[in-house]
């Protein structure tokens, strides 16, 4: 049972525009939008609720719709990725507008050459920037590329590289049940015991996908469940309020909770 989001607290005109093309297996989207932030948390909801038919990892285009002041952007961007939302969206790219009448003398590489070099009217460019995702500073703000009329990518990056293949030390969080043989939560213990075949899996994972993880548990609250708002409690609740990346022990496919969460 794997990483979710909150449904059923909020809904939107637009929810049922984008559901279609969800449902029918799109995997790339170019959304232009004055509230980046907005749009992806309404992405990220409706990819996860009960909703949506068709789960997969999906690649995003932010674009705005009109140009913001660099202090103002860097805000919104970094308070963006600051979200929870963020921690299990990997591939979210965004696009800041810069005309030719602003300052460049920031700006170092071809880039500087390029837009210095159009003499064509009005020239644009468009720097196209992501989140780390992975590593110890995962909200950290990357420079992807710039695109410039009539010359295209300057650095002929990829534009959504693999950020999951290596977490590189990302911290996970997990949650299980005391269920021996398979799940194992012996917190009590210094140092705490996490142990069972289902932890082994996740320590073979952690070692193959480079991450770490700390557990979240209420051990008096077993599977828990989660209600039609998409609140819950217990490890069902756990994964799908988002406290908790994943969840596993003894867990078969059951519907209510299929319809809230992803399993693996």
């Not at 015991?193 to 993880?213: H, I, K, P």
Request: proline letters at 5%.
């Amino acid at each position: 049972m794997c990483k979710s989001f909150k449904a059923g607290f909020e809904e939107y005109a637009w929810d049922t525009s984008l559901l279609a093309p969800m449902d029918a297996g799109c995997l790339a989207f170019v959304i232009q939008t004055v509230d980046v932030r907005l749009m992806v948390k309404t992405t990220a909801r409706l990819a996860h609720s009960p909703q949506s038919t068709y789960r997969a990892n999906r690649r995003y285009l932010y674009l705005p719709s009109k140009q913001i002041p660099d202090d103002l952007f860097e805000t919104l961007t970094r308070e963006l990725y600051q979200t929870r939302e963020m921690d299990f969206t990997p591939d979210v790219v965004i696009a800041k507008l810069v005309n030719e009448h602003q300052d460049t003398s920031q700006t170092n590489g071809a880039a500087v050459w390029l837009t210095e070099s159009l003499n064509t009217g009005r020239t644009v460019k468009i720097e196209l920037i992501t989140h780390r995702f992975n590593g110890h500073t995962p909200s950290e703000p990357v420079a992807l590329d710039v695109w410039i009329p009539k010359h295209g990518f300057v650095y002929q990056t990829d534009l959504y590289p693999d950020k999951v293949t290596n977490l590189m030390g990302k911290t996970l969080s997990l949650t299980a049940i005391f269920y021996p043989p398979l799940s194992v939560v012996l917190q009590d213990k210094d140092p705490p015991v996490y142990d069972g075949l289902e932890f082994r899996v996740m320590y073979s994972c952690a070692q193959q996908n480079n991450f770490t993880w700390r557990v979240v548990y209420a051990p008096d609250d077993w599977w828990g469940a989660i209600w039609e708002n998409g609140s819950g409690f217990g490890l069902s609740g756990h994964v799908c309020m988002d406290k908790a990346d994943v969840g596993f022990g003894a867990i078969y496919l059951w519907e209510n909770e299929h319809r809230f969460t992803d399993y693996r």
